[in-house]
Antibody, heavy 112, light 112 residues
Framework: EVQLQESGPGLVKPSQSLSLTCSVTGYSITSNYWGWIRKFPGNKMEWMGYISYSGSTSYNPSLKSRISITRDTSKNQFFLQLNSVTTEDTATYYC??????WGQGVMVTVSS | DVVMTQTPPSLSVAIGQSVSISCKSSQSLVHSDGKTYLNWLLQNPGQSPKRLIYQVSNLGSGVPDRFSGTGSEKDFTLKISRVEAEDLGVYHCVQATHVPYTFGAGTKLELK
């Protein structure tokens, strides 16, 4: 059974970087596509990007200058870095083998 | 970006009632590979999203056959026959044909 688990700080200061880790068990990240999605207060959801089985990436153009998704295949983990955050980046962040398998989500608040 | 227009924003239903949710896209969702990557997700309160339907009409694993998806090109519908208490939550359509993947605004299903 595929399981995904997000981890990272729940509070980030404005202008700093948000960094999250997704740990995957039960499936190798060298297969398929692995992404990050966020849900804002209310119901709005946004696809942020993915890293593929080969390590190639695709990002939402709305974030392209600020986002990076990388991986460590030896640990079966992939990572999200979002730079220059503002209060508008406050959201619950999910990692997923989109759209089939999801992590439980981590709430991140951007506040000074 | 493909705009996903989802209606209604909320539904108040009685247990055992049947309901439908509509999702219309601003562009055809037929991929160059011939498949249509339109999914339906359910997020129960306090939980991560769960995939119900993929590629318009395919039931996800473990999803009851009370759920069904229909549609083509730009017009899609999720039907829930005989709503049960476990069906309450927020439903989203999401297209994964065009990058960036985009979500409908959500339909909140509540008990009458």
């Amino acid at each position: 059974e595929v399981q995904l688990q997000e981890s990272g700080p729940g509070l980030v200061k404005p202008s700093q970087s948000l960094s999250l880790t997704c740990s995957v068990t039960g499936y190798s990240i060298t297969s398929n596509y692995w992404g990050w999605i966020r849900k804002f207060p209310g119901n709005k959801m946004e696809w942020m990007g993915y890293i593929s089985y080969s390590g190639s990436t695709s990002y939402n153009p709305s974030l392209k200058s600020r986002i990076s998704i990388t991986r460590d295949t030896s640990k079966n983990q992939f990572f999200l870095q979002l730079n220059s955050v503002t209060t508008e980046d406050t959201a619950t962040y999910y990692c997923a083998r989109f759209p089939k398998n999801w992590g439980q989500g981590v709430m991140v608040t951007v506040s000074s | 970006d493909v705009v996903m227009t989802q209606t209604p924003p909320s539904l108040s239903v009685a247990i055992g009632q049947s309901v439908s949710i509509s999702c219309k896209s601003s562009q055809s969702l037929v991929h160059s590979d011939g498949k249509t990557y339109l999914n339906w997700l359910l997020q129960n309160p306090g939980q991560s999203p769960k995939r119900l339907i993929y590629q318009v009409s395919n039931l996800g694993s473990g999803v009851p056959d009370r759920f069904s998806g229909t549609g083509s090109e730009k017009d899609f519908t999720l039907k829930i026959s005989r709503v049960e208490a476990e069906d309450l939550g927020v439903y989203h359509c999401v297209q994964a044909t065009h990058v960036p993947y985009t979500f409908g605004a959500g339909t909140k299903l509540e008990l009458k």
